[in-house]
C-alpha cells in the first residue's frame, strides 16, 4: 500500500525539509507563524515550496514524533499557540540527532580552510573530498560544492611540501598500527609512528624505530628527512610501554625532549609593561604561573622546562626586556651568551 511518504516526489527534498523545520526548532526554539516558517524553510531550499506543503510537512513531522515516542517512550508533541507560534514541548529537543545542521555546516567550512595548509597535497584534497560528502547530505539546499571555500581563515603556507607528503600515510600507520619500512637520511629503518607534531612550519615525528641505538628507541624525527615510505615492514607494530603522547612534551618548548633530563623551574622577571598582557594572554609554556608588582612594572613568570637551546632562544627574544632570576645554572648561561654576544661587536 502507497504511503504518504513514498507517493511523494524527489523524497530526497522531502526529508529535507522535515530535518529542516527541526533544526529550526531546535536552533529558534520557537517559529511565530506558518508564514514565517514558510518562509525560513524556502530560504535554505533551491526548489520553492507551497505553503500547503509546509501544513504537509508540520503534519508529517507530527506522525514522526508518534513514532519517536513510542519507540523511546516519551510524550513529546509539535504544538501551535497563538501568541508562542510553532515549538515543540521539550526545550532543546531534536528530532534528527545525527542530521547536519548550518552551524554543523560552517565548522566544516572553517575545518577545510584551516587544512588549506596542505593545500596541493594528498592529504589536503581528501579531505576536501570528505566535506564535499558531508555537505552533499546536509541542510545546505542549492549549496555550490565545488565552490566551497577554503581561505576565509588564512594559515602559515610555508611548510614543505616534503613533509607534508608522507603525513597521510603516517597517519594512517597511527591509525592502523603499521610498521613501516622508512627510508630515513639514506638508511632504511622499521618504524612505529606514534605522534606527529608540527613545530614552527616543520613536522616531526614521534615513532619507536627498531634500529635506533638509542637507550630508548622512542625518538623525534623530522620528517623533511624521510626520504621514501617503502611500505609495511616485516616488523609487529611495537607499542612503547613507557610512551605517553600527553606527557612526551609536556616540559618541551617545541620540540625538545630529553629522556633523561629533568625540567627545570625558570623564574623570569620582565621589564617592560607593554608587554605584560601579551605573556599573561600568549603564556611561554602551559606551565607558565604569573603575579604582578604592586607598582605594576614588573611581570614575575614561572615555567617548568627543560634546560634546553629553545629556553636560551626565548630568553634571548625579550632583549634587555626580561632579567632571569633563578635557577643559578639558566643565569650563569644566560650571562655567558650575553659576553658572547658582546664579542661579536668590539
Given at each position: 500500500?502507497?504511503?504518504?511518504?513514498?507517493?511523494?516526489?524527489?523524497?530526497?527534498?522531502?526529508?529535507?525539509?522535515?530535518?529542516?523545520?527541526?533544526?529550526?526548532?531546535?536552533?529558534?526554539?520557537?517559529?511565530?507563524?506558518?508564514?514565517?516558517?514558510?518562509?525560513?524553510?524556502?530560504?535554505?531550499?533551491?526548489?520553492?515550496?507551497?505553503?500547503?506543503?509546509?501544513?504537509?510537512?508540520?503534519?508529517?513531522?507530527?506522525?514522526?514524533?508518534?513514532?519517536?515516542?513510542?519507540?523511546?517512550?516519551?510524550?513529546?508533541?509539535?504544538?501551535?499557540?497563538?501568541?508562542?507560534?510553532?515549538?515543540?514541548?521539550?526545550?532543546?529537543?531534536?528530532?534528527?540527532?545525527?542530521?547536519?545542521?548550518?552551524?554543523?555546516?560552517?565548522?566544516?567550512?572553517?575545518?577545510?580552510?584551516?587544512?588549506?595548509?596542505?593545500?596541493?597535497?594528498?592529504?589536503?584534497?581528501?579531505?576536501?573530498?570528505?566535506?564535499?560528502?558531508?555537505?552533499?547530505?546536509?541542510?545546505?539546499?542549492?549549496?555550490?560544492?565545488?565552490?566551497?571555500?577554503?581561505?576565509?581563515?588564512?594559515?602559515?603556507?610555508?611548510?614543505?611540501?616534503?613533509?607534508?607528503?608522507?603525513?597521510?600515510?603516517?597517519?594512517?600507520?597511527?591509525?592502523?598500527?603499521?610498521?613501516?619500512?622508512?627510508?630515513?637520511?639514506?638508511?632504511?629503518?622499521?618504524?612505529?609512528?606514534?605522534?606527529?607534531?608540527?613545530?614552527?612550519?616543520?613536522?616531526?615525528?614521534?615513532?619507536?624505530?627498531?634500529?635506533?641505538?638509542?637507550?630508548?628507541?622512542?625518538?623525534?624525527?623530522?620528517?623533511?628527512?624521510?626520504?621514501?615510505?617503502?611500505?609495511?615492514?616485516?616488523?609487529?607494530?611495537?607499542?612503547?610501554?613507557?610512551?605517553?603522547?600527553?606527557?612526551?612534551?609536556?616540559?618541551?618548548?617545541?620540540?625538545?625532549?630529553?629522556?633523561?633530563?629533568?625540567?627545570?623551574?625558570?623564574?623570569?622577571?620582565?621589564?617592560?609593561?607593554?608587554?605584560?598582557?601579551?605573556?599573561?594572554?600568549?603564556?611561554?609554556?602551559?606551565?607558565?604561573?604569573?603575579?604582578?608588582?604592586?607598582?605594576?612594572?614588573?611581570?614575575?613568570?614561572?615555567?617548568?622546562?627543560?634546560?634546553?637551546?629553545?629556553?636560551?632562544?626565548?630568553?634571548?627574544?625579550?632583549?634587555?626586556?626580561?632579567?632571569?632570576?633563578?635557577?643559578?645554572?639558566?643565569?650563569?648561561?644566560?650571562?655567558?651568551n650575553a659576553k658572547g654576544v658582546m664579542v661579536l661587536y668590539k
Open positions: 500500500m502507497a504511503t504518504k511518504r513514498n507517493i511523494r516526489p524527489k523524497a530526497k527534498l522531502f526529508n529535507e525539509r522535515l530535518e529542516l523545520i527541526d533544526e529550526l526548532l531546535f536552533r529558534l526554539v520557537h517559529i511565530p507563524s506558518r508564514n514565517e516558517l514558510h518562509k525560513k524553510v524556502n530560504a535554505k531550499l533551491q526548489e520553492k515550496v507551497t505553503l500547503e506543503c509546509i501544513d504537509n510537512d508540520i503534519s508529517d513531522l507530527k506522525d514522526e514524533l508518534i513514532t519517536y515516542n513510542l519507540k523511546n517512550k516519551t510524550n513529546i508533541e509539535l504544538r501551535f499557540k497563538r501568541n508562542v507560534g510553532y515549538s515543540y514541548t521539550e526545550r532543546g529537543f531534536r528530532l534528527f540527532k545525527n542530521s547536519v545542521s548550518d552551524e554543523d555546516k560552517n565548522l566544516l567550512l572553517l575545518a577545510n580552510s584551516l587544512f588549506n595548509v596542505f593545500n596541493g597535497t594528498p592529504l589536503q584534497d581528501k579531505f576536501s573530498e570528505v566535506v564535499k560528502k558531508v555537505m552533499a547530505e546536509s541542510l545546505t539546499g542549492g549549496t555550490n560544492l565545488e565552490a566551497i571555500p577554503n581561505d576565509f581563515v588564512q594559515v602559515d603556507k610555508s611548510i614543505s611540501l616534503k613533509s607534508t607528503q608522507w603525513i597521510p600515510r603516517l597517519l594512517e600507520a597511527i591509525f592502523e598500527k603499521d610498521c613501516l619500512e622508512i627510508v630515513y637520511k639514506g638508511k632504511k629503518r622499521d618504524m612505529c609512528p606514534y605522534v606527529i607534531k608540527q613545530y614552527r612550519n616543520k613536522w616531526y615525528m614521534v615513532a619507536w624505530d627498531y634500529s635506533s641505538t638509542h637507550k630508548s628507541k622512542t625518538n623525534l624525527y623530522t620528517i623533511d628527512n624521510i626520504e621514501e615510505i617503502v611500505g609495511f615492514s616485516g616488523e609487529k607494530y611495537f607499542v612503547d610501554p613507557e610512551f605517553n603522547a600527553t606527557d612526551y612534551f609536556k616540559y618541551s618548548l617545541g620540540i625538545w625532549h630529553e629522556h633523561n633530563e629533568k625540567p627545570v623551574m625558570v623564574l623570569l622577571e620582565f621589564l617592560e609593561p607593554k608587554m605584560f598582557n601579551g605573556i599573561i594572554n600568549n603564556p611561554l609554556h602551559h606551565s607558565q604561573r604569573h603575579s604582578l608588582s604592586k607598582s605594576e612594572d614588573k611581570l614575575s613568570v614561572t615555567i617548568e622546562v627543560y634546560d634546553c637551546l629553545e629556553l636560551y632562544t626565548l630568553i634571548n627574544s625579550f632583549g634587555c626586556n626580561v632579567k632571569v632570576l633563578e635557577p643559578k645554572s639558566v643565569v650563569k648561561k644566560v650571562k655567558e
